[in-house]
């Protein structure tokens, strides 16, 4: 592979400012972030209630939170493609707010 040429880090740092990716881009990894506290937190308050070292229950809190993703990303890439983006993003964050 060839190292990108000085053009082609300008064009990232262009995208990464772009009007219309960066809020969707800090959308995504805010979301991530959010999710993988939580996660960690839930685990961790079970461990401790428990009184466990969490050697099942972090497998098992990882497979629960991701099992949504497997059920629902054939729904959701059809919905992508039918619907406006922009507004499904809308709506999704709305409801994540309750």
Known sequence: MSDPGPG?????????????FLPLFLTQALGALNDNLFKNALVVLVAVENGSSGAVIVPLAGAIFILPYALCSALAGQLADRF????QIRIIKLAELP
């Open 8 to 20: 082609q880090d300008a064009a990232a740092g262009e995208v990464l400012r772009s009007r219309r």
């Open 84 to 87: 406006d983006k922009a507004a």
